[in-house]
């Protein structure tokens, strides 16, 4: 089996160098080496992969990085047969380690090539302006990626990743953007039936359960059931907002009759003005004239390597 990783030394300030170095010093099996430069290469990276390694049974890409980079990763090659994705954590929220399995350690890794376990997972697809977009954590609307943005691209985030602390950036992000924030009017179609909302806060489509660093928001959603969660927020005032978005931690927002949660396996958002999205925390501008996005779910689609616990 090919083994290759692709390492995102920028994640979570720094911490992708730090934690590659700590593996290789200990890697004893052989394998390829790809730095990512700039935003998309891990896509660029891994689709260059897939394709030059189509006639080949099996190949194993480990990411090194955070959410973003497993993003990438899952939409450049995810969808390629002979592709089996590994993980190395190293971003500041690592919702993709709470929802999915990684490797914690090199031996992990190497009892995987010798075992070759995966297990299948779902991924999500969003139709948008034209363009479509992999998500494996969760895609949403509104002020959640509003947070996210800022966030992302904070100095208060980098300073924070380097004394550890980069997850209390986006609770910091949640309070500033209250009084940014305009909330929309939605409508969802899903399994035959519209429903609409107004003042719509934000909406997210989860593929798992966690997003922002260890919000527990869709309590029920397995990454193997070929079923997508949404979870809308709407008509509620800046400051319980705030309170619920504090009991989401615990999943408790889920007692709120603000917050509205339902299934399926294909849904619809309409949107009555130009908004920001974003797909596992990568932010996606949507605007005037492209306010709807479509999504599916593509059960079982995509292997993830497995560590054995021997």
């Given at each position: 089996?090919?083994?290759?990783?692709?390492?995102?030394a920028?994640?979570?300030?720094?911490?992708?160098k730090?934690?590659?170095?700590?593996?290789?010093?200990?890697?004893?099996?052989?394998?390829?080496?790809?730095?990512?430069?700039?935003?998309?290469?891990?896509?660029?990276?891994?689709?260059?992969?897939?394709?030059?390694t189509?006639?080949?049974?099996?190949?194993?890409?480990?990411?090194?990085?955070?959410?973003?980079?497993?993003?990438?990763?899952?939409?450049?090659?995810?969808?390629?047969?002979?592709?089996?994705?590994?993980?190395i954590?190293?971003?500041?929220?690592?919702?993709?380690?709470?929802?999915?399995?990684?490797?914690?350690?090199?031996?992990?890794?190497?009892?995987?090539?010798?075992?070759?376990?995966?297990?299948?997972?779902?991924y999500?697809?969003?139709?948008?302006?034209?363009?479509t977009?992999?998500?494996?954590?969760?895609?949403?609307?509104?002020?959640?990626?509003?947070?996210?943005?800022?966030?992302?691209?904070?100095?208060?985030?980098?300073?924070?990743?380097?004394?550890k602390?980069?997850?209390?950036?986006?609770?910091?992000?949640?309070?500033?953007?209250?009084?940014?924030?305009?909330?929309?009017?939605?409508?969802?179609?899903?399994?035959g039936?519209?429903?609409?909302?107004?003042?719509?806060?934000?909406?997210?489509?989860?593929?798992?359960?966690?997003?922002?660093?260890?919000?527990?928001?869709?309590?029920?959603?397995?990454?193997?059931?070929?079923?997508?969660?949404?979870?809308?927020?709407?008509?509620?005032?800046?400051?319980?907002?705030?309170?619920?978005?504090?009991?989401?931690?615990?999943a408790?927002?889920?007692?709120?009759?603000?917050?509205?949660?339902?299934?399926?396996?294909?849904?619809?958002?309409?949107?009555?003005?130009?908004?920001?999205?974003?797909?596992?925390g990568?932010?996606?501008?949507?605007?005037?004239?492209?306010?709807?996005?479509?999504?599916?779910?593509?059960?079982?689609?995509?292997?993830?390597?497995?560590?054995?616990?021997?």
């Amino acid at each position: 089996m090919q083994l290759h990783f692709i390492v995102n030394a920028f994640a979570g300030g720094g911490k992708g160098k730090e934690v590659w170095q700590r593996f290789e010093k200990q890697l004893t099996v052989p394998y390829e080496l790809h730095f990512t430069s700039y935003s998309g290469h891990t896509s660029e990276i891994a689709r260059k992969l897939a394709q030059a390694t189509m006639d080949q049974e099996s190949v194993c890409l480990i990411a090194v990085g955070g959410d973003g980079t497993i993003h990438e990763l899952v939409n450049g090659a995810g969808m390629y047969e002979q592709i089996i994705i590994g993980v190395i954590a190293a971003g500041s929220g690592n919702d993709f380690a709470r929802g999915y399995e990684i490797f914690e350690s090199p031996e992990q890794i190497e009892r995987f090539i010798e075992t070759r376990d995966v297990t299948a997972h779902d991924y999500g697809v969003a139709h948008f302006n034209e363009h479509t977009k992999i998500f494996v954590n969760n895609f949403g609307i509104g002020f959640d990626a509003l947070v996210g943005k800022l966030t992302n691209e904070s100095q208060l985030k980098k300073w924070l990743n380097r004394i550890k602390l980069g997850k209390i950036s986006y609770a910091f992000f949640v309070i500033y953007a209250l009084f940014t924030f305009k909330p929309f009017q939605l409508r969802v179609l899903h399994n035959g039936h519209e429903k609409r909302f107004k003042d719509v806060w934000f909406v997210t489509v989860s593929n798992q359960k966690f997003f922002g660093g260890g919000m527990n928001l869709s309590p029920t959603s397995d990454t193997s059931d070929g079923i997508l969660e949404v979870t809308v927020v709407s008509e509620l005032s800046k400051w319980k907002l705030l309170f619920v978005f504090m009991t989401v931690y615990f999943a408790r927002h889920t007692k709120f009759k603000e917050v509205h949660q339902f299934s399926s396996n294909g849904v619809t958002l309409k949107s009555d003005a130009a908004i920001l999205g974003h797909a596992d925390g990568e932010t996606q501008v949507l605007p005037h004239g492209h306010n709807t996005i479509e999504f599916v779910v593509k059960e079982k689609a995509w292997k993830l390597a497995k560590k054995s616990k021997y």
